[in-house]
């Protein structure tokens, strides 16, 4: 772990949902007691089995946290981004974390020791409210994982995932990019890689989506709706418009 002893800059700490309703003093405390982490990609921040007294905050770049399967397959169940937090179930439950989280590039992290935190949430009950809703997020996010694995199948799956980054990314809500490689998209998804990008495909032969490399603009939200909840997507334009063109049988 490279830690830098450069001290945790407030004015990020408010843009952070954790520490957004503290107010200044109260910030400039739990600043002073944790310490800016920078590691460059592929760099693994957090092991299977080790023990955590403290949590961390992204501040800048992306990670990916995933378990590993007895023949060495991996299985990404998050990616995480600026404003995400990580290790509060290990600190508060004094667990060996049962995942790995390592850098997909370059981070910037803010590390929060146990005490600091816990005396945050003694004295500030706004910060223990959102500490609660933080839990409570990532509760809600897996049991959405666990009904995707169980009841949708790759369509579903990818059309799903696309409605959700695009809602999440705000207005106008019709673009998504995403935020890793499709092949840790994926395995956020328990599908290949090779399935995520034929439905992709599948959706853009049918013009729901355009794909321009991670960028993916939403042309029929409808469609995409229907896909995600089973009800399949329309036949690709090119068979359409050719069965449109056809004089019928001669």
């Known amino acids: ?4 002893g450069i001290p945790i800059d407030v004015d990020q700490m408010i843009e952070q949902p954790l520490f957004s ?9 739990i600043a002073k007691g944790g310490w ?6 592929g760099a693994r921040i957090l092991s299977r089995g080790e023990h955590l007294d403290g949590l961390y905050t992204v501040f800048e770049g992306r990670l ?11 299985r990404v169940l998050r990616v995480l981004l600026p404003g995400d937090n990580f290790g509060e179930a290990i600190m508060f439950n004094e667990i060996p974390s049962p995942v790995f989280v390592e850098a997909l590039s370059p981070v910037r992290l803010g590390y929060f020791p ?18 609660l809703k933080s839990m409570s997020a990532l509760m809600r996010q897996l049991i959405q994982d666990l009904e995707t694995c169980c009841m949708q199948n790759a369509l579903q799956r990818t059309a799903s995932y696309l409605l959700h980054q695009a809602d999440a990314a705000g207005p106008p809500h019709e673009r998504v990019e995403l935020p890793a490689p499709k092949a840790v998209i994926a395995s956020t998804l328990n599908i290949s890689a090779e399935t995520f990008s034929r439905e992709l495909h599948r959706l853009q032969d ?3 989506i355009e794909i321009n490399r991670r960028i993916i ?7 995409l709706v229907a896909a995600s909840e089973g009800n399949g997507i329309a036949e690709p334009r090119s068979e359409r418009s050719g069965r449109q063109g056809s004089s019928g049988p001669s």
Do not use: W
């Not at 772990?1 to 830098?4: A, F, N, P, Q, S």
């Not at 990916?64 to 399967?69: D, F, N």
């Open 114 to 131: 146990r005490q600091v935190v816990s005396a945050a949430l003694a004295s500030d009950p706004g910060f223990t409210e959102s500490m």
């Open 217 to 223: 603009d939403l042309h029929d939200r409808g469609h």
């Open 36 to 41: 800016i982490v920078e590691e460059g990609r």
């Open 21 to 29: 309703g503290m107010d200044g003093p109260r910030l400039a405390s």
């Open 1 to 4: 772990m490279h830690t830098t």
């Open 206 to 208: 049918a013009g729901v």
């Open 64 to 74: 990916k946290l995933y378990m590993l399967s007895c023949n060495g397959d991996e």
